[in-house]
């Protein structure tokens, strides 16, 4: 069965102070992996796909990187913008039957001013 | 990236009436949508997964009279929660994904008394 862990479940951080948030997964051949961003009482935004172990992808303060047991989320200066839950998600390959991705509980992150 | 929205987006009924949620594609094609079920602050459920033109597939322990999905046409997903109780308040979320990449709507708060 395909797992997906996120941690810290909630992290507070000040404006500026630099931190990562991280996925750990296991999954029967993997597809992708996604990062997710969700403001409270909306669906998730798409941030970005991984698809294999090395890759790394950034969008504005955001880095994305994978290795074959887990991604982080990098955040650089953050900026209290920022402040919303990530969620991480797993696709697996469907070769192994299944083609439903897997997601994270998220990391709740607050960007205090 | 892909736009998908749902409407309502929030909706208060009376105990014992259905509710119909609607899901749409707005600028690709989608033969498969998916409808989540999100608990406060808790990570995505996946209901059940929508296939145009055939029966959905419902995830273990979500009840197929309950919430009754229609996939008409390849833009729209209907997902009909039948007799509401105050234990379907929830908020719903639907996705589909023109590729390896789920997109999801906004979400409906749905709110039964």
């Known amino acids: 069965e395909d797992q997906v862990t996120q941690s810290p479940e909630a992290l507070r951080l000040q404006e500026g102070e630099s931190s990562s948030l991280n996925c750990s997964y296991t999954?029967?051949?993997?597809?992708?992996l996604f990062w997710y961003r969700q403001d409270p009482g909306k669906g998730p935004e798409f941030l970005f796909t991984l698809y294999s172990a090395g890759e790394e992808k950034e969008k504005e303060r955001l880095k994305a990187t994978l290795t074959k047991k887990e991604s982080f989320l990098h955040i650089t200066a953050p900026k209290p913008e920022d402040s919303a839950t990530y969620l991480c998600?797993?696709?697996?390959?469907?070769?192994?039957?299944?083609?439903?991705?897997?997601f994270g509980r998220g990391t709740s992150l607050i960007v205090h001013p | 990236g892909a736009v998908v929205s749902q409407h309502p987006s929030r909706v208060i009924c009376k105990s014992g009436t259905s509710v119909k949620i609607e899901c749409r594609s707005l600028?690709?094609?989608?033969?498969?949508m998916f409808w989540y079920r999100q608990f406060p602050k808790k990570s995505l459920m996946l209901m059940a997964t929508s296939n145009e033109g055939s029966k959905a597939t419902y995830e273990q322990g979500v009840e197929k009279d309950k919430f009754l999905i229609n996939h008409a046409s390849l833009t729209l997903s209907t997902l009909t929660v039948t007799s509401a109780h105050p234990e379907d308040s929830s908020f719903y979320i639907c996705?589909?994904?023109?590729?390896?990449?789920?997109?999801f709507g906004p979400g409906t708060r749905l709110l039964v008394l």
């Open positions: 999954v029967s051949g993997l597809r992708g």
């Open positions: 998600a797993v696709q697996p390959d469907p070769s192994g039957g299944s083609y439903i991705p897997t």
């Open positions: 600028d690709f094609q989608a033969t498969t």
């Open positions: 996705s589909a994904r023109p590729s390896e990449t789920q997109y």
